[in-house]
């Protein structure tokens, strides 16, 4: 079974500029998840899909981030303008969306604000 | 107060060693709860999961709940350098995310 694949692996940009992030699941997974790690710090939820419809985008800074998940399969994830506090790990996860099946997670995109 | 704590370490065990590594949490909500480890520049990788309150043994690992004093444990035997990770605590309620501790740095001397 293939894992959740994402891309790029790194990215740096400088403040102000945008960047995207882009999220494939594993294949019939119906729930999708985005993820924000700060160096030192356990991942922090940003948004949380379920088929192509966001359950929990509460703590998504919605001034610059965005996310969506058009078709239900992959997502992309976006920050405009970047600020330097935006530098981190974006992870993105999969489950079946069953509550008793747990989540995987892909190996992340490194991100750096010049 | 963070819903879920964690010992960030880092903890350094010599090889063959039993690991012992443990999270708090405060939500009473939460019903599952897992440990992942986390290599360096990878994503957190599942280790245990669990339901509820009791012990799941898996080879090397055994992972225990106690709800009755929100603790959660995970035990390494034997441990080897190839162990040496952050291991992450997490919890949740069910169909939502996940809530994690900040991870314990653990360094397994050869």
């Known amino acids: 079974e293939a894992g959740v694949a994402q891309s790029p692996r790194y990215k740096i940009i400088e403040k102000r500029q945008s960047v995207a992030f882009w999220c494939n699941p594993i294949s019939g997974h119906a729930t999708l998840y985005w993820y924000q790690q700060i160096l030192g710090q356990g991942p922090k939820l940003l948004i949380q899909f379920q088929n192509n419809g966001v359950v929990d985008d509460s703590q998504l800074p919605k001034d610059r981030f965005s996310a969506e998940r058009l078709k239900g399969v992959d997502s992309t994830l976006k920050i405009q303008p970047a600020k330097l506090e935006d530098s981190a790990v974006y992870l993105c996860?999969?489950?079946?969306?069953?509550?008793?099946?747990?989540?995987?997670f892909g190996d992340g995109t490194r991100l750096s604000i010049l | 107060q963070k819903e879920v704590e964690q010992d960030p370490g880092p903890l350094s065990v010599p090889e063959g060693a039993i690991v012992s590594l443990n999270c708090t949490y405060s939500?009473?909500?939460?019903?599952?709860f897992m440990w992942y480890r986390q290599y360096s520049r990878k994503g957190p990788e599942l280790l245990m999961y669990t339901y509820s309150s009791g012990n799941k043994e898996d080879g090397r690992f055994t992972a225990q709940v106690d709800k009755s004093s929100k603790y959660i444990s995970l035990f390494i035997r034997d441990s080897q350098p190839s162990d040496s990770a952050t291991y992450l605590c997490?919890?949740?309620?069910?169909?939502?995310?996940?809530?994690f501790g900040s991870g314990t740095r653990l360094q397994v001397q050869p």
């Open positions: 997490a919890s949740s309620t069910g169909r939502r995310a996940l809530t």
């Open positions: 996860a999969s489950s079946s969306g069953q509550s008793n099946q747990p989540q995987h």
């Open positions: 939500n009473s909500a939460f019903q599952y």
